[in-house]
């Protein structure tokens, strides 16, 4: 399995940017597909964005689309997303996921980072 931790959530007024870092360990990190997922209070977990294991893709949320892009560097081990044009239904725990090595599920989930976006 691979083990998440991301970084780099906090308070943005509408209209700013963030950049979300998830620092993978594991030998495994550059062989399975990697997102981000985020859950609002009150709500479901919903889909973000994700990249296949060699940078394929990305794949992204309509909501999201033209404002948020996902990235990875196998090298570090680190997946980002760079997050623009913030409004404030973007706020949320936003949760890093790695797949596991056969593509079929989300085994691996980090702790969450929070983002607040105030009007």
């Known amino acids: 399995q691979v083990q998440l931790v991301e970084s780099g959530g906090g308070l943005v007024q509408a209209g700013g940017s963030l950049r979300l870092s998830c620092a993978a360990s594991?030998?495994?990190?550059?062989?399975?597909?990697v997102g981000w997922f985020r859950q609002a209070p009150g709500k479901e977990r919903e889909f973000v964005a994700s990249i296949n294991k060699n940078g394929g893709g990305p794949y992204q949320a309509d909501s999201v689309k033209g404002r948020f892009t996902i990235s990875r560097d196998n090298a570090k081990n680190t997946v980002y997303l760079q997050m623009s044009s913030l409004k404030v239904e973007d706020t949320a725990v936003y949760y890093c996921?790695?797949?596991?090595?056969?593509?079929?599920?989300?085994?691996?989930w980090g702790q969450g980072t929070q983002v607040t976006v105030s009007s």
């Open positions: 996921a790695a797949q596991d090595l056969l593509g079929t599920s989300w085994g691996s």
């Open positions: 594991g030998r495994s990190f550059s062989s399975v597909g």
